[in-house]
């Protein structure tokens, strides 16, 4: 759902072409990546897929994880471009750099709540060493803010080709602009959410792991978010 929605949302804010390329820009990043990094533990730290909690594999990298990449990317855009305020028009030089950048911080942010879960938990993917966060290696969440700087650094320089901005600066209403900027929400109250529908059934361990997560989630993540719903309401 997260993955229609930003598809259909990108397409309506900046026209059919600049969404599907962007789409295929943040897949063949993100898919190169991963990849590289488990083929050498380069990109994320040593790492790997285990066959079947994310679907088929290809190269070592199940496909399907792409996808979830681009609701992401489009979710932290969308704010990082609110507090920018340039939902509406170009950004450029400097200002293009730094929505960059603060979109891969709100990407780096919602990995940095959910790992854990995903992956010492569920093990949907395992780290052979291990590492200090939760089982976690710093590594991974700078190869995470990196790799994700480069295919939003894509994005925003298909955003400024003239037809982007033609779509861009047609008459919207804010409504529609909230619903790109609610997106974002949707992933901390996910990440808070499911460990709370299964507390009664986790071990200790597990418990302190959930613990963890939903604190990155509430005072780390949602204030990012807030920020981008006040930045919404003076534009």
Known sequence: MPVAFSLWHFIRWAGAATAWLSFLAVVVVSFTGEAIGVATGLVFGNYYYPDGPLGPLLLGVPPLIQLQYFAMAYASLMIARSIGGVLRTAARGWLLVGVSV?????????????????????????????????????HNFFGWFFETLVFLLIVQGLLNRRSALQH???????????????????????????????????????????????????FAVVPLWLAALLALGRQ
């Open 102 to 138: 603060m979109a891969a911080f709100g990407m780096t942010l919602l990995d940095l709540a959910s790992d854990p879960w995903h992956a010492t938990i569920l093990q949907q993917w395992i780290w052979r060493d291990g590492g200090p966060y939760f089982g976690i290696p710093l």
């Open 168 to 218: 861009i600066a047609a008459p919207k209403s804010r409504g529609f602009f909230l619903q790109g900027v609610l997106l974002y929400g949707t992933f901390p109250f996910t990440i808070a959410l499911i460990p709370a529908i299964q507390w009664a059934a986790l071990p200790e361990a597990s418990r302190t792991i959930a613990v963890a997560m939903v604190c990155v989630a509430l």
